[in-house]
């Protein structure tokens, strides 16, 4: 508590997080897990208690979203866009040291599913309103604030139900920010890089299909769809894509060759990826197109030469390269293979200036003085996708100084997820000192 007894957004921010990551908003992608409902209910509860007005929708039932604006002190500007989901992927209890959903204080973190990804950004914004409100401090421009459902699933019962249907809640907003970026990476105690998220690959889900002539297994078979289906995933599966640096990505990589004093090659990347440690693992994938073949089905007993082959793949392309892409796709396929897409989204790219990361840069830098902010490519995808065609420019940004031992990329999604305490609290006050300058 501060003098007068009114909490801040330090004080309140863990015991938020924790008690959010306590509501199990698991999403199976199916619609068979418990929503997001309950999350967005306890969102509002905290609203109510400070007196904001708010909209909760759902785009099905349990499928809920919280979403409310604040006012600024200069309504001339534009508004800014923070948002972050309320549903978090499936957790194996097994795999963990704690119970994934008891969001227990350990060794000076949050465990938890979700505590990455992100209830945390959930409970920053949320402790952030309260203080605003509670205060009477403002931010300079409008913020809408939202909590959405449904993003680990492409967001269309989150994300996208809110951009088709709620699309008034988002006036005058042409910025945003949200997930996967703004963490600290130590190259010496006098440097941390700070990844903003200024770009994302674009997402093919593919089904690919070879029919054939059926028959039976004893015969000669010169139309086989396993055989032509197998061979057309081969070359594709193999395909050694091109090294292909966007902005974002040469922007990132010269950046790093500046941190570790090494020579910027942009033909051999591997170099400045090595000094990456863990992180590798996350920029890795932006340097070239991927097409992972993932699911084969065809056939149903050893003596029958099938009619249909079928596969998936997961296909990833590079920002601004999306028919190129699909064009090697297609001849590598060659032509006895259909395709369909089962999930298209667009890849972004947007450049690292304006008064927005001028703004970001500063607030990292008033909170650590050895803080360095790159942009850098996302190589999967957040809700920033949908709102980039209604104008809106997106980065991602939860600032979150960390201890340089923490493999902070493999807790999206992995076994044992948790974010320290002092990260929340310097993500406060660097998100603060955002809202407040910008
Ligand atoms: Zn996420």
Known sequence: ????????????????????????????????????????????????????????FESTPRRASVVTRLAGSDPSLPALL??????????????????????????????????????????????????????????????????????????????????????ELLDGCDHAISEVGGYSFEVSPDLRLYLVETAQKGLAWMRLTVDGTAGHGSMTSHDNPVTELARAIGRLGSHDWPVTLTPTVRAF???????????????DPGPAL??????????????????????????????????????????RFLPGQEDEYFATV??????????????????????????LVE????????EDPAARAVPYCLSAGT?????????????????????????FAGMFHGIDERVPVDALHFGVRVLDRLLTTY
């Open 359 to 366: 703004a970001m840069v500063a607030a990292l830098r008033a």
């Open 274 to 315: 090595a000094r990456l440690g863990p992180l590798a693992r996350f920029v890795g994938a932006t340097f070239s197109h991927t097409a992972n073949p993932s699911r084969l089905n065809a056939g149903y007993k050893v003596n029958v030469i099938p009619g249909r082959a079928t596969a998936e793949v997961d296909g």
């Open 1 to 56: 508590m501060t003098d007068g007894g009114v909490p801040t957004a330090r004080d309140e921010v863990v015991d938020l997080c924790r008690e959010l990551i306590r509501i199990d908003t698991t999403n199976t992608g199916d619609d068979s897990g418990p929503g997001e409902r309950k999350a967005a209910e306890y969102v509002a509860s905290r609203l109510d208690e400070v007196g904001v007005e708010y909209t909760l």
């Open 383 to 407: 809700d920033n996708k949908t709102f980039a065609p209604l104008g809106i420019r997106g980065f991602g940004f939860v600032p979150l100084r960390l201890p340089a031992d923490l493999d």
């Open 253 to 267: 990589l010269e950046e790093v060759c500046d941190a570790f004093g090494l020579p910027f090659d942009e033909n």
């Open 82 to 167: 923070v948002h972050g989901h309320l549903d978090v992927v499936p957790a194996q209890a097994d795999d963990w040291q704690v119970d994934p959903f008891s969001a227990e204080l350990r060794d000076g973190c949050v465990w938890g599913r979700g505590a990455v990804d992100m209830k945390d950004m959930d409970a920053m914004m949320l402790a952030l309103l309260r203080e605003y409100v509670r205060s009477g401090r403002r931010p300079r421009r409008d913020v809408v604030f939202a909590w959405l459902a449904d993003e680990e699933a492409g967001g269309k019962l989150g994300a996208k139900h809110f951009a088709a249907e709620h699309r």
């Open 330 to 355: 297609d001849s590598l396929l060659g032509p006895r293979v259909r395709r369909e897409m089962i999930h298209h989204d667009i890849a972004l790219e947007t450049s690292f200036d304006g008064a």
